[in-house]
């Protein structure tokens, strides 16, 4: 429960501000209808922020790709927790947990709003990600960059003092959303996408259409990716190019 409980947590507010910036801004009569993809950035990266103090104790992994990426790293998951097999079980327990119960609260918020949004697709965006352009092997690689960019520039900010962490890491999802959420949506985190679309799948949603699992294997298998690399690769290059 250490590690269980700060993850779900802070996963939980993550995932409830973040899609909660998203029904906001696409289901219609909310008073942030239409707001915007820089909105949706700002929300996320918001939701981000919120999620890595209430999860502070466990080093606020709040993505199953951070903490692969860490584990890649050889280093401890955060300090006092040694980057075992079983740590990293925990890690993912409470950060689907987190994902799931956050999604259900958004759905919560905004029930209104959803049983008079005519659009599946639109019910689902609220959820998980999908591709502007459906290209499977393109959008792993998409996912794949953008969640390296997380998890390596995180790995970068260990010698950042602690209390601009959160707003360091806030302010860097804003801008991998700016810059490379075009694509896919940015995922950049198998239990912020998945969690949902598993909640999306067993919700009484009025009208909800598909949760589109063809495409579900995309935004966990490339932030998994992304971060593994991060984590292989964050100590050479950071050796070779100090950012200190």
């Not at 925990?90 to 659009?119: N, R, S, T």
């Not at 995922?187 to 919700?203: F, T, V």
Request: aromatic residues 10%; contains cysteine.
């Amino acid at each position: 429960m250490d590690i269980i409980l700060p993850e779900a947590v802070g996963t939980f507010l993550l995932v409830l501000l973040g899609c909660g910036v998203v029904a906001n801004v696409v289901l219609a009569g909310t008073k942030g209808f239409g707001g915007g993809w820089l909105l949706i950035n700002f929300g996320w990266g918001l939701g981000v922020f919120a999620g890595v103090y209430a999860a502070v104790d466990t080093g606020a992994h709040i993505n199953p790709a951070v903490t692969f990426g860490l584990w890649a790293a050889g280093g401890d998951l955060a300090d006092g927790i040694d980057a075992t097999v079983g740590n990293v079980l925990l890690y993912i327990v409470g950060q689907f947990i987190g994902a799931i119960l956050g999604a259900v609260a958004c759905w919560l918020a905004y029930k209104q709003h959803f049983d008079d949004e005519p659009d599946p697709a639109l019910k689902l965006a609220v959820f998980s990600t999908a591709p502007a352009k459906r290209s499977y092997g393109w959008n792993t690689v998409t996912e794949v960059i953008a969640t390296f960019v997380l998890v390596f520039v995180v790995i970068a900010f260990a010698g950042t003092p602690s209390e601009l962490g959160p707003l360091a890491v806030a302010l860097l999802v804003v801008g991998i959303g700016a810059s490379l959420g075009g694509p896919t949506g940015y995922a950049i985190n198998p239990a912020r996408d998945l969690g949902p679309r598993i909640a999306h799948a067993i919700l009484p949603i009025k009208g909800k259409g598909s949760s589109d699992w063809g495409y579900s294997w995309v935004p966990v298998l490339g932030p998994i990716i992304g971060g593994v690399l991060a984590g292989l690769l964050a100590d050479p290059l950071l050796t070779f190019l100090p950012l200190d």
